[in-house]
C-alpha cells in the first residue's frame, strides 16, 4: 500500500517570502513523487516531478522540491512566493512498481500568499 | 499542445437522465483516466484506460460507464446517478500507464445531480 501526507490543511506566507508545502509518503520500493497545483474551479497542473538522480527538483514557475528518502519527505519549495502562488497543492506517490499509473494524492494544501 | 479538454464544463441532471462526459487529449497519450474530486478533497481514481482497453476500474458503481472511443477520445456515460454523484470529474492523460509519466488534467466537468 502506498499512503501521502501532507498535515497542513493551510500555510500562509506573506508575499516576498519563502513558502514550503509539507509533503510525507509511505511506499513500497522506490517512489516517483509528483505536485501538483490546483486553482479554483480548475483541474490539477502538473509542477514537478522525482523519479531519480539528483535530489532537488526544479519545476515550473519557480518552483523546487527536495526528495529525502531518510525522512520520506519531499517537500514544496519557492524562494519567493507570489499572491498568484495561492491555490490549492496536492503531493502525489505511486511506487516504482505499481502497473497503470496508479496516483495516490495526499489531503491537500491550501496555500494562502497575502500582500 | 499539451491540453485536455472537457466539455461540458457544467451539467446539471436528474436522477433519471442519462448524460456523457467527454474528454479529448491530441498529445498522444496512450493511457488516459477518470477521477471524481469532492469540494477541497484530492481526486479520486475511477477508471484507467490504457492503450484504448479498461485496464483498471476502482470498484465504481455500474452507473458510470466508460468508453475510449479511440486514442484521443474519452467518454464518461451516466445514468440514474445519486445527489451524492455530484462532484468535480477530471480527466487525465499520460504517455503511458506503466511508467514515471506526468498525468495532464483537463479542467474538469462540475456535475450536479438534483
Known amino acids: 500500500a502506498q499512503s501521502v501526507a501532507q498535515p497542513e490543511d493551510q500555510v500562509n506566507v506573506a508575499e516576498g517570502n519563502p513558502l514550503t508545502v509539507k509533503c510525507t509518503y509511505s511506499?513500497?520500493?522506490?517512489?516517483?513523487l509528483f505536485w501538483y497545483v490546483q486553482y479554483p474551479n480548475r483541474g490539477l497542473q502538473f509542477l514537478l516531478k522525482y523519479i531519480t538522480g539528483d535530489n532537488l527538483v526544479k519545476g515550473s514557475y519557480g518552483f523546487e522540491a527536495e526528495f529525502n528518502k531518510s525522512q520520506t519527505s519531499f517537500h514544496l519549495k519557492k524562494p519567493s512566493a507570489l499572491v498568484s502562488d495561492s491555490a490549492l497543492y496536492f503531493c502525489?506517490?505511486?511506487?516504482?512498481?505499481?502497473?497503470?499509473?496508479?496516483?495516490?494524492f495526499g489531503g491537500g494544501t491550501r496555500l494562502m500568499v497575502k500582500p | 499542445d499539451t491540453e485536455v479538454t472537457q466539455t461540458p464544463k457544467h451539467l446539471v441532471m436528474g436522477m433519471t437522465n442519462k448524460k456523457s462526459l467527454k474528454c479529448e487529449q491530441h498529445m498522444g497519450h496512450r493511457a488516459m483516466y477518470w477521477y471524481k474530486q469532492k469540494a477541497k478533497k484530492p481526486p479520486e481514481l475511477m477508471f484507467v484506460?490504457?492503450?484504448?482497453?479498461?485496464?483498471i476500474n476502482e470498484s465504481v458503481p455500474s452507473r458510470f460507464s466508460p468508453e475510449c472511443p479511440n486514442s484521443s477520445l474519452l467518454n464518461l456515460h451516466l445514468h440514474a446517478l445519486q445527489p451524492e454523484d455530484s462532484a468535480l470529474y477530471l480527466c487525465?492523460?499520460?504517455?503511458?500507464?506503466?511508467?514515471?509519466?506526468?498525468?495532464?488534467f483537463g479542467p474538469g466537468t462540475r456535475l450536479t445531480v438534483t
Open positions: 511506499v513500497s520500493g522506490n517512489p516517483y
Open positions: 484506460y490504457s492503450y484504448e482497453k479498461l485496464s
Open positions: 487525465a492523460s499520460s504517455r503511458d500507464h506503466l511508467d514515471s509519466y506526468e498525468q495532464y
Open positions: 502525489a506517490v505511486r511506487a516504482y512498481d505499481n502497473a497503470g499509473n496508479m496516483l495516490t
